[in-house]
């Protein structure tokens, strides 16, 4: 008798992998495909920024007199650290988990590159 009941459990945790199994990723990659859009344009106002002349000591930076602060850059170079370390996080889990819920790296992928953007609002590099 306890034997048929272990088959019987058996069958059903190994139907219930099936079921699981078939189950699709509801962040996909085109979702992923859009923040890393958003990155790009992000990245390319901030090497535009980075391939301004800097800014000399007590120099103001203005429309007439167009430089870069070298602090604004130290922020932007470390938010783009994040940021990429975050969209690689992603793209290797979505392809290593294609049934998997990728919502939480997809979700720290957002967030860094939204900071990225941020930064730059906050210092006006466009």
Same mark, same amino acid.
């Given at each position: 008798?306890?034997?048929?009941?272990?088959?019987?459990?058996?069958?059903?945790?190994?139907?219930? %992998?099936? &079921?699981?199994?078939?189950?699709? #990723?509801?962040?996909?990659?085109?979702?992923? &495909?859009? !923040?890393?859009?958003?990155?790009?344009? +992000?990245?390319?106002?901030?090497? &535009?920024?980075?391939?301004?002349?800097? %800014?000399?000591?007590?120099?103001?930076? @203005?429309?007439? #007199?167009?430089?870069?602060?070298?602090?604004? !850059?130290?922020?932007?170079? +470390?938010?783009?650290?994040? +940021?990429?370390?975050?969209?690689?996080?992603?793209?290797?889990?979505?392809?290593?988990?294609?049934?998997?819920d990728a919502?939480?790296?997809?979700? &720290? +992928?957002?967030?860094?590159?939204? @900071?990225?953007? @941020? !930064?730059?609002?906050?210092?006006g590099v466009?």
């Amino acid at each position: 008798m306890k034997r048929i009941i272990g088959i019987l459990i058996l069958g059903l945790v190994l139907n219930g %992998c099936v &079921a699981f199994g078939s189950i699709k #990723n509801p962040i996909t990659a085109d979702r992923l &495909a859009a !923040i890393e859009s958003s990155y790009g344009i +992000a990245l390319s106002a901030a090497v &535009a920024y980075r391939n301004t002349r800097l %800014c000399k000591k007590n120099e103001q930076a @203005t429309l007439s #007199n167009v430089c870069a602060y070298r602090s604004v !850059i130290l922020k932007l170079q +470390a938010a783009d650290r994040v +940021a990429q370390k975050s969209l690689v996080d992603a793209r290797k889990f979505i392809k290593e988990n294609p049934t998997l819920d990728a919502f939480s790296v997809i979700s &720290a +992928a957002q967030q860094a590159v939204t @900071t990225f953007q @941020t !930064i730059q609002a906050e210092y006006g590099v466009k």
